[in-house]
Structures are given as structure tokens and as C-alpha cells.
């Protein structure tokens, strides 16, 4: 199992364009998460996925929309970027199952430059 | 509504010396807490989790938590630090219904680098 996998690693953008980061997981999971982490304001979610289907806003969504693709898949968009952006992405699915209880499993991040 | 409150931003500590790192959390609601670990360039790693049961939780490499619900704490502990231990550690919250089961979001701590030293 990979278990959560994000691409591309590193980007840099100018301010005003767009891209989309792209996250899976092979470990059947409903959950899906996205969070940016910051300088000491630790991880702060975007958005999140409780079901393949839906979709809902968390703390900070202001400047992302997010897609659902699949049960696998789900993926974060800037349509206009800017510098307030930079930051490094995580994604993450979470796991039900009586054995692992209650516990978010995160890939390795993207970083993201905005210029 | 819940937030997360890591009462040291870096902690230094000597190889072999033991080590605490603070967390105080406050909720309206039940909830499950969640220590985790970043290594540098890496992602997040769980080290131990506080679903119910037992308020003394048992981690990987030797670490552990403590639940204290009436002072709303969740301290890390470790009674001999190694160089690897070196990373930023967060503390993180989940809410709960009543029925015990979980909202899913997290909300995290800003989080405590702790360094070793040899």
C-alpha cells in the first residue's frame, strides 16, 4: 500500500495563475482532508470530504475549490493565486475501522511557492 | 467549536534527559486527542491517540500522554530523549457527539519543535 499520495512535491506560481494539486489513497477510506500548514499556526484545515460525493468548507477555504473524483481521489484547486497561498499542503483520508479506531493518515505534502 | 494551545514553541533538551511537551485544549463537546510527529521535510506521522478508556495512552518510540479532563491537558511525555527524536510535534483535537463518535475534523496545536542535543 502507498497509502496517501500527493503530486506534484514542489511548485512555483506567479500571482494570478491557476493549478490544481492532486491527492490519493489506497486504503478504502470514506474521509478526505485538506490542510495548509504555516509557520507556527500549525495545520489549518481547507476543506474536507466525508463521503465520496460531498464536499464541505473547513476553516480556511477562502481562494480553493475542491473535487471529490472518486473514493480514491480528491483534489485541491487555486483558480487565482496569490502570494497569501504559500504554504505547504497537506492532504489526508481518515480510517474508521474498529482496529485503527479514529486516525488521519497524511501524505507527504506539497510545497507551494507563490511569487 | 474547539482549539488547541502548545504551551512551548521550542523546547531544547540534552540527549538521555527526559522530556515534556504541554497541551491544553478546550471543546463544548467530548472529545479525542491525537499527539502527532513531522520530521523535517516529511509528513505527519500519529505517535498516540485518546479515544476513551485508559487516560494514560501508550505511543510508538517510547512516548507517552496523559488525559487530565478535569484540567483539560494531553502533555507528551518521554523519559529519555534520543538525537532522532528531533521533529515538530502537534497536538490536534477531534470532537465528539454524545453517542461517541466523531465529528472528523481536526483542529491543531501550532505546534513544539523539540530538539535534541547530544
Known amino acids: 500500500n502507498a497509502g496517501v499520495t500527493q503530486t506534484p512535491k514542489f511548485q512555483v506560481l506567479k500571482t494570478g495563475q491557476s493549478m490544481t494539486l492532486q491527492c490519493a489513497q489506497d486504503?478504502?477510506?470514506?474521509?478526505m482532508y485538506w490542510y495548509r500548514q504555516d509557520p507556527g499556526m500549525g495545520l489549518r484545515l481547507i476543506y474536507y470530504s466525508a463521503s465520496e460525493g460531498t464536499t464541505d468548507k473547513g476553516e480556511v477555504p477562502n481562494g480553493y475549490n475542491v473535487s471529490r473524483l472518486n473514493k480514491r481521489e480528491f483534489s485541491l484547486r487555486l483558480e487565482s493565486a496569490a502570494p497569501s497561498q504559500t504554504s505547504v499542503y497537506f492532504c489526508?483520508?481518515?480510517?474508521?475501522?474498529?482496529?485503527?479506531?479514529?486516525?488521519?493518515?497524511f501524505g507527504p505534502g506539497t510545497r507551494l511557492t507563490v511569487l | 467549536a474547539q482549539s488547541v494551545t502548545q504551551l512551548d514553541s521550542q523546547v531544547p533538551v540534552f540527549e538521555e534527559a527526559p522530556v515534556e511537551l504541554r497541551c491544553n485544549y478546550s471543546s463544548s463537546v467530548s472529545v479525542y486527542l491525537f499527539w502527532y510527529v513531522q520530521y523535517p521535510n516529511q509528513g505527519l506521522q500519529l505517535l498516540l491517540k485518546?479515544?476513551?478508556?485508559?487516560?494514560l495512552v501508550k505511543g510508538i518510540n517510547g512516548f507517552e500522554a496523559e488525559f487530565n479532563k478535569s484540567q483539560t491537558s494531553f502533555h507528551l511525555r518521554k523519559p529519555s530523549v534520543h538525537i532522532s527524536d528531533t521533529a515538530e510535534y502537534f497536538c490536534a483535537v477531534s470532537g465528539a457527539n454524545a453517542g461517541g463518535t466523531s465529528y472528523g475534523k481536526l483542529t491543531f496545536g501550532q505546534g513544539t519543535i523539540l530538539t535534541v542535543h547530544p
Open positions: 489526508a483520508s481518515r480510517s474508521m475501522t474498529s482496529g485503527s479506531g479514529d486516525t488521519q493518515y
Open positions: 486504503m478504502n477510506h470514506n474521509s
Open positions: 485518546y479515544l476513551s478508556g485508559s487516560t
